[in-house]
């Protein structure tokens, strides 16, 4: 991605050279989102992608920034003075080439729902592995039904470097499905013009 520019005080454009990858996590800070927000704002900087999780006080957040170098020094004591039992905070610089592979990555994501099975579970997570899919989030939720069976909903975010054979990794899903009552929903790769395809392998 070629990075634009972000405007700054009396709308003069800020080139956005740096980029940072932010963790966050602690407990009971329920504003932390909008703090960060605030203060990155403030020095002029942007969101390039983040994936925030809260269960009940604990949360975990990681954000991919992009701010000008100016500016950078300065945000990370900002957040730093903010540190305390409750929040922490961790910075990582992006090199050049670590945000080009970022940037050049191709991402799916994955919708998996039906009766919970553990094994299946571990056959999925081996094979996005082995077709080179980096699993960058997982989001679980598991309800009984009328019948006290569990039924279990996951959202998955992967991404890869490599070039993906989309059929195989279909073919593989049907496979591992078959005779199971479970669906996979896989949100095919972006296109170069942004679009999204859509299908479905049970």
Known sequence: MNLDTNKGAGGRSVKL???IILTVYG????????TISEILYRFKGI????????IGHQFSGLMHIAINHMYLKPFIACLDSLSSFNVRFDTQILQKQESQELQ????FNFEVW????????????QLLTR????????KDS??????????????????????????EVE??????TEGKSITVMLLNQELADGELDLQEAI
């Not at 073919?171 to 591992?176: I, K, N, P």
């Open 114 to 125: 039906g009766e919970e099975d553990s094994e299946f579970r571990l056959k999925l997570m």
């Open 17 to 19: 050279d740096k980029e």
């Open 171 to 176: 073919e593989d899903l049907q496979a591992l």
């Open 131 to 138: 077709h080179h899919l980096v699993i960058e989030s997982v």
């Open 142 to 167: 598991i309800k009984l039904d009328a019948s006290g069976i569990a039924q279990f909903n996951s959202q998955i975010s992967v991404a890869t470097s490599f070039v993906v054979d989309e059929q």
């Open 104 to 107: 050049e990555q191709i991402r």
């Open 27 to 34: 407990n009971r800070h329920e504003s932390i989102l909008l």
């Open 47 to 54: 969101f390039l992608k983040s994936d925030f999780n809260r």
